[in-house]
Each structure stands twice: as structure tokens, then as C-alpha cells.
T-cell receptor, first 111, second 113 residues
Framework: QKEVEQNSGPLSVPEGAIASLNCTYSDRGSQSFFWYRQYSGKSPELIMFIYSNGDKEDGRFTAQLNKASQYVSLLIRDSQPSDSATYLCAVNGDNNNDMRFGAGTRLTVKP | GAVVSQHPSRVICKSGTSVKIECRSLDFQATTMFWYRQFPKQSLMLMATSNEGSKATYEQGVEKDKFLINHASLTLSTLTVTSAHPEDSSFYIC?????????FGPGTRLTVT
């Protein structure tokens, strides 16, 4: 079982819709959770992090964490074509140097 | 967020030569930096963890004698690809961790001809 799992996609949504990206992790002791966006040919860019159970909102982005279910998600409201990218989920364990990345979900927002 | 730079952004070299890639933390000190490699349409692969003042820790399957890492200061780590071959052509990305997340450099695209 992979430590951090994501659906590779591609996930396709129409412009203006809500895109929902999901991630599960295996280490129950994980402490912090991150979402990165990676455009084709570019390096990953940190867009959200969440530490506590519940929702965290930042503009059109909402991160949701459920530690009991070992599940973290990213919602993108009012999706735009410029949101088309690969979204990477990352999880930090007890050891602060132990960040693990999922393989990423490719999102396409169609005009 | 924290700023990490890389140089060069793109390099083309001939097979058998060595290439050095620099990674700098611009506005913070990084005792630990990470080197990743990414092939087209594939996920990030952690190659090694670079520790200031000590030897790097390499992931399984990564040849330490081929990918030399030097973390000589709190703001600079270098990756040298020695005796490069076409199969080493890839996107190399460094990153550093601070409170609140891990930040990536812009990456170096290496092409070995």
C-alpha cells in the first residue's frame, strides 16, 4: 500500500464547477498535510496546508481533513481553465523530515 | 512563502560530462534540502536528502557516486550529475522545508545528448 494515495485522473470539470481532489494516507501519526499545484514543465507550488480536522478555506480553495478516516481533500470552487494542473498531496509524519508525496491528480478545467 | 532558487534552469550536455546544479535558499537558512527528479508525465521521485555539514542520505536505487551532493552552507546545496548519460535527462528539483511547508526551486531541465 502506498503511503499517500491519489487518483491519478485525469479529472475533468467544466469551467465554473467545483473540482474535488482526494487523498488518503496510511500513517495514522501524520501531523500536517499539504496541497501543491504543478503546472506542466514547472516545479510544484504550495497552495494550502492544514493541520487540524475540519475545513480550511483560502479564496476559492478549501482543504478538508479527517484524521479518523485518514483522508484529506481539496475543493476548488468556480474552477477556471488556469486551474488545469497536477495537484499533489503531501503528508508530514511525526519526524519533521519525513514528508511523503502522492503521485498527483491531473485536473483539466474545460472552458 | 520561502524562496528557493536553482541554477541553471536548463542545461544541455554531452554524454560522459558532468553537470552541477545549484540550489539556494534566498531568505532563510536550510539545514536540510531535498533533491527530486521527475521524468515526463511521472510523479516526483525523492533522490536524496542533503544535510548541511554532513553526508547526504540517498534513497534506495539512487547511486551516490553518480549523483554527488554537497551541502556546504546553510543556504547552498549542489547536485553534480557525474558522467551523465541520456537516461539521466530529466527535470531535477530541489526543495527546502520551513515551518508551514516545503518549498521547491524552479527546477533544472537536464538534457544529455
Amino acid at each position: 500500500q502506498k503511503e499517500v494515495e491519489q487518483n491519478s485522473g485525469p479529472l475533468s470539470v467544466p469551467e465554473g464547477a467545483i473540482a474535488s481532489l482526494n487523498c488518503t494516507y496510511s500513517d495514522r501519526g501524520s501531523q500536517s498535510f499539504f496541497w501543491y499545484r504543478q503546472y506542466s514543465g514547472k516545479s510544484p507550488e504550495l497552495i494550502m496546508f492544514i493541520y487540524s480536522n475540519g475545513d480550511k478555506e483560502d479564496g476559492r480553495f478549501t482543504a478538508q481533513l479527517n484524521k479518523a478516516s485518514q483522508y484529506v481533500s481539496l475543493l476548488i470552487r468556480d474552477s477556471q481553465p488556469s486551474d488545469s494542473a497536477t495537484y499533489l498531496c503531501a503528508v508530514n509524519g511525526d519526524n519533521n523530515n519525513d514528508m511523503r508525496f502522492g503521485a498527483g491528480t491531473r485536473l483539466t478545467v474545460k472552458p | 512563502g520561502a524562496v528557493v532558487s536553482q541554477h541553471p534552469s536548463r542545461v544541455i550536455c554531452k554524454s560522459g560530462t558532468s553537470v552541477k546544479i545549484e540550489c539556494r535558499s534566498l531568505d532563510f537558512q536550510a539545514t536540510t534540502m531535498f533533491w527530486y527528479r521527475q521524468f515526463p508525465k511521472q510523479s516526483l521521485m525523492l533522490m536524496a536528502t542533503s544535510n548541511e555539514g554532513s553526508k547526504a542520505t540517498y534513497e534506495q536505487g539512487v547511486e551516490k557516486d553518480k549523483f554527488l551532493i554537497n551541502h556546504a552552507s546553510l543556504t547552498l546545496s549542489t547536485l553534480t550529475v557525474t558522467s551523465a548519460h541520456p537516461e539521466d535527462s530529466s527535470f531535477y528539483i530541489c526543495s527546502a522545508r520551513v515551518t508551514g511547508g516545503q518549498y521547491f526551486g524552479p527546477g533544472t531541465r537536464l538534457t544529455v545528448t
